[in-house]
């Protein structure tokens, strides 16, 4: 009378190797999603410009969006920037020359910082219209009601 021993199909069981269970856990892959979904949320409005001015308030309606605009700010101490980037007045016309990808039709906006003169920004704006530039926009903030 003879009893076996093992794993009842008569299959033999090797001590020290276990079966490998193939399952995968979601819970660290939705964790790294959701703090990723965080950090883009609170670092896309931070994206759109990355020079800081105060702008005037106006009640005017957003100018729809066609493409991405360049975008020339005057800052409150005076300087110049195309997109980000710091330029002279005198740099100003051949760097928008440069980056224009739509040639002399290419949409600018100006920002320009509250506490500069009106003379200012409007000096720059006349700089860019005169080198041929024809769609040039000033940015304002909404106005508070």
């Not at 965080?38 to 066609?66: K, N, R, S, W, Y």
């Not at 800052?75 to 007045?89: F, L, P, R, S």
């Not at 928008?96 to 000096?123: N, S």
């Not at 769609?135 to 909404?142: E, F, S, W």
């Amino acid at each position: 009378m003879g009893a076996s021993v093992g794993n009842g199909g008569g299959h033999r069981h090797r001590p020290g190797r276990t079966r490998m269970l193939a399952e995968i856990n979601v819970t660290p892959l939705v964790d790294v999603m959701l703090v990723l979904l965080i950090v883009f949320m609170v670092a896309a409005p931070l994206l759109t410009v990355g020079v800081a001015v105060d702008l005037p308030e106006t009640a005017a309606q957003p100018i729809p969006e066609q493409g991405e605009p360049l975008t020339v700010t005057i800052t409150k101490d005076g300087a110049i920037y195309v997109q980000e980037t710091a330029v002279t007045i005198d740099d100003l016309v051949p760097q928008l020359e440069a980056i224009a990808t739509a040639g002399y039709d290419q949409r600018i906006y100006i920002r320009g910082d509250q506490a500069r003169t009106y003379g200012e920004v409007v000096r720059v704006m006349g700089r860019i219209n005169t080198a041929g530039f024809r769609r040039i926009g000033l940015v304002t903030d909404r106005e508070n009601e």
